[in-house]
């Protein structure tokens, strides 16, 4: 049993959904790739007097008290956050700092891990199983979406992100993505999506997407993300004030990336985060120097990032180990 333990998890991209028009039974599905960062990580001791500090420690401390009382368990417990991914910029950062707390819990307490029960118990992917997925796997993911029965989408797909490619993250942090009640009514009231388009959707995964990542082949891979997130913008544009990018900032940047030729530009999930890939690091950093200048005047950051092919870490130290 373990006095301590710290639990590092991934930030993820949400590249898009595969069918929203849900005529053959199953709605949803998502695609995804975990990033090195930002990350979440934090440590769970226990403790005589309660404690909770940090990044998010709202947050996280309310994941914390609904798990201890659904465990039934009564010890006290000191929990810090080290890092946290940024709330509402569509990073994943909800469903990772959950399945965190509830990870390093479980640790603890020798109980055995249960990502799936956790995420239903936090509600945590109500739409998307790639946060889960990414957790348990890392890499790059697609799940099958909801069907009548699903409790959590399936992973029907998961790919190693090559290690030389790069992704470009564009963050804003003045602006949150849509979330919340505000997402579910910006669900309702979207328009009925098009079969057509959720069928050239699949077949951009399928036949374009997953191969190109199986031959390393960049260019095709990023075309098949790009053409999805254009035909993403325009259906989510009408519940980000008419535009394909929650931030104004971004998308200007985002335009310059492309002119510059960046591969597979796009906005994660609600954004404001937009991303882009590069075929390595010497590109990747081509790319951030042309576009600086621009990002700096609107107050935003540039992240150079790689892919993260593993799940979860987790680090325990018994008492023995460390006195």
């Not at 006095?3 to 930030?11: E, G, K, L, R």
């Not at 199986?214 to 990023?222: N, R, S």
Request: with cysteine; proline share 5%.
């Amino acid at each position: 049993m373990f006095d301590s333990v710290m639990v590092t998890a991934a930030a993820r991209l949400h590249l898009g959904f595969l069918d929203m028009n849900g005529g053959l039974g199953r709605r949803f599905g998502s695609l995804g790739l975990a990033i090195d960062r930002p990350s979440t990580r934090l440590t769970l001791r226990r403790a005589s007097v309660p404690s909770a500090e940090g990044m998010e420690v709202e947050r996280a401390g309310e994941y914390l008290a609904l798990l201890t009382r659904a465990f039934n368990l009564s010890p006290a417990y000191s929990l810090t956050v080290h890092e946290a991914i940024p709330a509402h910029a569509g990073l994943g950062s909800g469903t990772q700092l959950a399945l965190a707390v509830a990870t390093a819990l479980r640790r603890l307490e020798g109980l055995p891990p249960d990502h799936a029960s956790d995420a239903l118990l936090l509600r945590r992917g109500a739409r998307s199983g790639i946060g889960l997925g990414l957790f348990e796997q890392g890499g790059f993911i697609v799940d099958g979406g909801h069907g009548a029965r699903t409790a959590t989408p399936p992973v029907i797909a998961r790919m190693d992100f090559p290690p030389q490619w790069r992704v470009i993250i564009v963050l804003d942090p003045c602006t949150e993505g849509v979330h919340g009640g505000e997402e579910q009514a910006a669900f309702a009231r979207l328009a009925d999506f098009e079969a057509g388009l959720a069928g050239e959707i699949c077949r951009l995964v399928l036949i374009k997407a997953l191969p190109a990542l199986a031959e390393q082949d960049i260019g095709a891979f990023g075309d098949a993300i790009a053409r999805l997130q254009e035909i993403a913008g325009d259906y989510f544009a009408p519940a980000q004030g008419g535009a394909p990018y929650a931030s104004a900032a971004v998308a200007r940047v985002m335009g310059e990336l492309r002119k510059h030729g960046a591969r597979g530009i796009g906005q994660s999930s609600w954004g404001p985060t937009g991303f882009a890939f590069a075929a390595d690091a010497k590109e990747a950093q081509r790319l951030c120097d042309l576009v600086a200048a621009t990002a700096a005047a609107a107050g935003l950051d540039l992240a150079i990032c790689k892919g993260v092919n593993h799940g979860v870490l987790v680090e325990g130290e018994s008492f023995a180990a460390i006195k």
